[in-house]
């Protein structure tokens, strides 16, 4: 009998590896980037721990060489999405009363897998299905996945062992259970760690999940799907469902047995599932648990007290960097006159030196945009800012589709602080620019802050410390996560928990304890020992 209290303390974070040349891992992701890249691999749905395969494929293909098919896939029917509903609630009772340090050690040896065998083929199935470079890929499908494993088993242990107060006539105790239903998870393309923890948070708290994939990240999805497997997890505890989005959610919000959503994704999507479900509310046992990150129109506002080459480093890596496609990528950039010309010079010359193409070829800093549909968006903004009269295209604006989806770092310049690209997201390498008086910091801070209905990232430059925590007053509600000083992407688990508020989401904080308290449902137990035999109050005798 295992009568053990567990205690996992705080990790360190996973160390993010140099793939220098000839080193051990630079080595075995050229040897799994040319095997995945040569063979086409067929990846059905997983229900209960069984392979289907359903005849409805589709194909996966590199987002730089859209000619290139590198799996075919299944995709869910009505009927594969309704065996998933039943697997999953199957494996509930289970999974749910498992003791919650047998769900950690799953989840730890996940972590180990990843962090050892399957390195190279997590990292390599993200560059080439989501065009990833090296080090996108390393802090992302390797790093922040194993992170996330390590410092939810931490989390976990604190919030189980936090009880109430007992004395010597009773016992009380606070039980954490599992929601009373499944979880539907929707993840989306741009990160690997996301997708894994869209599950496997609600997961380590007892729940169990439909997962529905983003078809744009299949590839490196179903190995995570595969490493879970040899980890550990029961059969039904995640569902692997690819397929439409629609149909998965239209079914699996219309059972009795949804008990809630963790998504990110688009705000659009979102407010479409979350007014699906009020509609629905007489159906469900319980309230549902709707947990959601949704984008932002992320902000770096320059003081003028900053330091030039610091803004134009933070604002290239912050705005290009895999592409600009992060929910916390800078969109728009607020920056005082007598700085602009050292800011955009410091920039053009960054975009100058980088190169953009394949993955494979390791000097490359720019990749491939996500599909054709995502290019032709991004692509209708430059357009548009290219025949305004109140924008000007700095640098880039330059774009070609004949291979893969390539669109280069561009800096637009306008002098409307509510130019289209200012307010509307993007989600590509596009940043927009808008230049203000010196003499104005404050209230060109108040447009930055009622300028976008998101609230996800943003930042402040300035060596003026006074004046910079007077901007982030300003500032309080413009981002759930706020740099000062640092680019605004980036955050790491355990250190800066992620999400925003506003029409970012429900800032429930992905990476931190706040997250999985929204997967349980506590219950109070009070054991009196000596039961009372009278009505009568004291007084009344």
């Keep these: 009998m295992n009568n053990s209290i567990n205690h996992f303390p705080l990790p360190a974070n996973e160390p993010v590896l140099k793939y220098l040349k000839d080193s051990p891992e630079r080595i075995a992701l050229e040897k799994e980037l040319e095997k995945q890249s040569s063979n086409v691999i067929e990846i059905p749905l997983i ?14 293909v590199m987002p730089h060489n859209h000619s290139h098919v590198l799996a075919i896939y299944h995709k869910a029917g009505e009927k594969e999405v309704q065996m998933a509903i039943d697997a999953a609630m199957d494996a509930h009772k289970i999974w749910s009363e498992m003791n ?30 989501q065009s990833k470079n090296i080090y996108q890929a390393e802090i992302d499908s390797a790093c922040e996945t194993i992170d996330f494993f390590r410092f939810n088993a931490s989390f976990a242990a604190e919030i189980y062992k936090t009880q109430p107060a ?33 599950n496997m948070a609600p997961v380590m708290m007892g729940n169990t999940t439909l997962w529905k994939p983003a078809t744009t990240a299949i590839l490196s999805n179903y190995w995570l799907m595969k490493i879970f497997i040899e980890a550990g997890l029961p059969d039904g505890v995640v569902n692997f469902l690819p397929g439409s989005g629609a149909l998965i959610g239209k079914i699996a919000l219309s059972s009795k047995d949804f008990g809630g959503i963790h998504f990110t994704g688009s705000n659009t999507t979102f407010n479409t599932l979350w007014k699906e479900v009020g509609e629905k509310l007489s159906t469900y046992k319980s309230y549902p648990r709707l947990v959601g990150e949704t984008g932002g129109k992320d902000f770096i506002f320059v003081h003028p007290s900053a330091q030039a080459r ?4 933070a604002a290239f890596c912050g705005a290009y960097e895999f592409q600009g496609q992060k929910c916390s990528a800078a969109s728009r950039m607020y920056v005082p006159e007598s700085l602009w010309a050292e800011v955009k010079n410091e920039m053009t010359s960054f975009a100058s030196q980088v190169k953009m193409g394949d993955v494979m070829d390791y000097r490359n800093f720019i990749n491939a945009v996500i599909d054709e549909a995502s290019f032709e968006n991004i692509v209708s903004y430059i357009e548009y800012a290219k025949k305004s009269k109140d924008a000007e295209i700095v640098f880039g604006g ?19 602080p509510h130019f ?13 620019v808008y230049i203000y008086k010196d003499n104005e910091v404050f209230e060109t801070a108040e447009i930055c802050n009622t300028t976008s209905p998101y609230a996800l990232t943003g930042s402040v430059f300035g060596r003026n410390r006074v004046e910079v925590m007077k901007l982030c007053e300003k500032l309080t509600y413009a ?17 800066q928990p992620f999400g925003g508020s506003r029409a970012s989401g429900t800032n429930d904080k992905a990476g931190g304890e706040f997250n999985l308290i929204r997967w349980v449902s506590p219950r109070t137990v009070k054991e009196t020992f000596v039961s009372p035999t009278e009505i009568f109050y004291d007084y009344m005798k």
Aim: charged share 20%; proline share 2%; hydrophobic share 40%.
């Design 47 to 60: 229900i209960g721990g069984k392979e289907i395969y359903t005849g409805n494929t589709a194909k996966v």
């Design 100 to 129: 919650w340090a047998t769900r950690a050690s799953i989840m730890l040896k996940t972590a180990e897998l990843l962090s050892t065998k399957y390195r190279a083929t997590i990292n390599a199935a993200t560059m080439l299905g």
């Design 166 to 198: 007992s004395n010597f006539s009773q016992l009380n105790r606070m039980e954490y259970r599992a929601l009373e239903g499944f979880i539907l998870a929707v993840s989306p393309f741009n990160f690997t760690s996301i997708a894994s923890n869209l």
């Design 310 to 313: 610091e803004v134009a480093t």
């Design 398 to 416: 330059t774009y070609d589709k004949s291979v893969g989806y390539f669109v280069a770092p561009t800096l637009i310049l306008t002098t409307d």
């Design 420 to 432: 289209k690209s200012m307010e509307e997201e993007i989600f590509g390498p596009v940043l927009t």
């Design 479 to 495: 981002a759930g996560n706020f740099y000062i000083n640092d680019k605004c992407t980036g955050a790491v688990v355990g250190k």
